[in-house]
């Protein structure tokens, strides 16, 4: 059995004017591709946001969490893997600045 779970940054369009990085939403389920499809939608209509509110999304840098459980001999044991990806428009200098964003 898999879940997933994906967290991020999403950088956009600032009201007022300027560019900016804040949290995403969590979004969580047992199934990626429909999870992707959701955080991209979200994208698109500036829903990813955690409430900071843009004038327009560009693109995000996710962290998708697959945790794996295996029962072997009555008993569950757990694996986590985390891939890193970046949905959207971004440029290279906005992806390093959702890298540090991230990472600070």
Known sequence: MKNYKI???VYGKLWGGGAGAYPSEELQGNDLTKLMTEAKKLLKTGGLDSGMGY?????????VETKTKKTIAGKDF???EYDDLFIGDLTQEEKD???DCKFD
Do not use: D
């Open 55 to 63: 004038e327009r999304l560009t693109g995000a840098y996710l962290t």
């Open 97 to 99: 600045f959702l890298l």
């Open 7 to 9: 967290t991020g940054v």
């Open 78 to 80: 757990f694996n986590t």
